[in-house]
């Protein structure tokens, strides 16, 4: 069996997760509809409405299933696609921005820097012609954006810290 494929026990849950199978459904429906409408206002309780959880438990489950949590994706998504935007050069980053869903400008750029490793504006001038005569399928596989674990685990981490800061510590 490849690695790729997950084993389900008895239970109906996956060996490797423990996700239930019913639970890794209703997580793909979620990334579906994320990646069809990452420009349009999406929000994690919405989400998670839809497939009957709560933010928590969809956040919890989405990032056991998928590596990160359901914003981080869609924040993925949506630079994957100002990328492809930017190298056009016929938009603005502020029109690339609000194109891709974003509403703030200075939060797009601080993603896009995170994820890219430049800002929206150095990699319009830079990568412009980079993979021009590429095909736009191969252009994509090869500058997908990548989030770096620290970032990942930077924000969990912080999720943590400010959730203990809300509910006090925890008793020992």
């Known amino acids: 069996m ?13 060996e ?27 929000n994690v309780e919405a989400l998670g409405r839809e497939v009957g959880m709560s933010a928590g438990h969809l956040s919890r489950q989405f990032r056991l299933a998928y590596g990160e949590p359901p914003y981080s994706y869609l924040m993925t998504r949506r630079i994957e696609r100002a990328m492809a935007l930017l190298r056009r050069g016929d938009l603005s980053v502020t029109e690339v921005c609000f194109e891709v869903g974003c509403s703030s400008l200075g939060t797009f750029s601080t993603r896009f820097t995170e994820l890219v490793g430049m800002s929206p504006s ?51």
């Open 2 to 14: 490849a690695s790729s494929q997950k084993s389900v026990d008895s239970a109906g849950k996956c």
């Open 16 to 42: 490797r997760t423990g996700q239930r199978l019913e639970d890794l459904v209703l997580l793909r429906k979620v990334r579906d509809r994320i990646d069809r409408e990452y420009a349009q206002p999406l």
């Open 122 to 172: 150095t990699y319009r001038r830079e990568e412009g012609d980079a993979v021009a005569g590429v095909p736009s399928c191969l252009a994509k596989q090869a500058t997908r954006p990548v989030r770096p674990r620290s970032t990942v685990s930077a924000s969990a981490s912080s999720a943590s810290v400010r959730n203990q800061e809300a509910t006090g510590p925890k008793p020992t």
